[in-house]
């Protein structure tokens, strides 16, 4: 039996060299049992590394893996109880959908009787009962995946591990298989690690996100912590649209000053920091509407309008030289007035902003 009270993953000071490379760099990292984990970073930042570290497919240079909390070094990778998917599917394609799947079962020497139930409810928990005794050839790239994503089940593994899985697959298809994904793990109430670099993904599925870049680990937090309180530039760049700008501290970090602009924040920031603000907090207003309220206002001249629809992109250019971008829904008062070119003012609230240290100067 697990404990679930343990985390179910352990990663602790976990650093993997190639040569001069390295890939994974001093990781250390909880994933509570039951819990949806996203790791998100560009090609080349060293998720699957770390994957394959935990999968028992590749050792680390320095530090421990811990599954449940025992060290995994001696256990080989059949008797870790992991599921893994890739992202090109990796089926036999010499067996068919329920050979396939099988295929675990009897590795672990099961028996016939046994491994045809549980191969039936392995397809049937992927929505394929029906396509048992189809070859890979007869099935789309989103079934085959069901059936890879069947198979990593079928053995009732504690860990799944999915790299990329929906990458090869359409837009529409992808929402699909998300929606999916998480059903699924809700019923069996299985310990899932997530590897993407779409950032989208990674929001839409986890109960908690890990950012990393060149083989270290940035930020862990839930989405909405991600988004709203980047811990440094990179993950406030990496994750939606941004402007960071930089600003003069005043009063001991309780405000500051921009383009001759002054705001009060909520609470007090530690000097030197730059400020994010996200464009669906920017307002966009006329010169002579502002122009006496005192309020806080940036002047600022519109550089670019980018329809999209349901609004507008609009890059500004601020009196100090910051480019700052703003999204203005339809609807806005200022939305029939935006023209390259036109001095405006641009407003945030207080509230809105993250705030970061500026970089270097730790
Ligand atoms: P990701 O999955 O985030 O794209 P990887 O974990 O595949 O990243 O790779 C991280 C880094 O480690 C890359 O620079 C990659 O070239 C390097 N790397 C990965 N595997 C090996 C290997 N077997 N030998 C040498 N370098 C490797
Ligand atoms: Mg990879």
Request: aromatic share 6%; glycine share 10%; proline share 6%.
């Amino acid at each position: 039996m697990t404990d679930r009270s343990l985390p179910a993953v352990s990663f602790q000071g976990v650093t993997r060299r190639y040569g001069g490379v390295c890939a994974v760099n001093d990781v250390t990292l909880d994933i509570a049992s039951g819990e949806f984990f996203a790791l998100l970073g560009a090609s080349g930042s060293g998720k699957t590394t770390l994957l394959m570290l935990l999968a028992g497919f590749d050792q680390p240079t320095e530090g421990r893996v811990l599954m449940s909390g025992t060290s995994v070094s001696d256990v080989p990778p059949h008797r870790r109880q992991i599921g893994v998917v890739f992202q090109n599917y990796a089926l036999f394609p010499h067996l068919t959908a329920a050979e396939n799947v099988a295929y675990p079962l009897k590795m672990r020497g099961v028996a016939r009787a046994e491994r045809e139930a549980r191969v039936n409810v392995a397809l049937g928990l992927v929505n394929l009962a029906d396509r048992g005794s189809s070859y890979s050839s007869q099935l789309s790239g989103g079934q085959q995946q069901r059936v890879a994503l069947a198979r990593a089940l079928v053995f009732g593994p504690d860990l799944l591990l999915m790299d990329e899985p929906l990458g090869a697959l359409d837009r529409r298809l992808r929402d699909q298989m998300q929606q999916e994904l998480k059903r699924i793990q809700g019923e069996l109430g299985i310990t899932v690690i997530y590897v993407t670099h779409d950032q989208s993904e990674a929001m839409a599925m986890a109960n908690r996100i890990g950012i990393m870049a060149a083989g270290r680990l940035l930020q862990v937090a839930d989405p909405e912590t991600i988004y709203a309180a980047p811990s440094n530039h990179f993950v406030a760049r990496f994750i939606g649209e941004c402007s960071i700008l930089r600003v003069a501290a005043m009063d001991g970090g309780r405000g500051y000053e921009i383009a001759g602009a002054r705001q009060s924040l909520p609470s007090p920031a530690t000097a030197p920091f730059d400020i994010v603000v996200r464009p669906e907090h920017v307002s966009v207003h006329a010169v002579p509407e502002v122009k006496s309220d005192g309020a806080f206002g940036v002047p600022a001249t519109i550089r670019d309008v980018t329809y999209l629809g349901a609004g507008w992109r609009v890059a500004l250019e601020l009196s100090d030289g910051q480019s700052l971008l703003a999204s203005i829904k339809r609807g806005d008062e200022v939305a029939g007035d935006l023209a390259p070119g036109k001095p405006v003012v641009a407003r945030w609230a207080p509230a809105s902003v993250a705030i970061l240290p500026t970089e270097g100067s730790s």
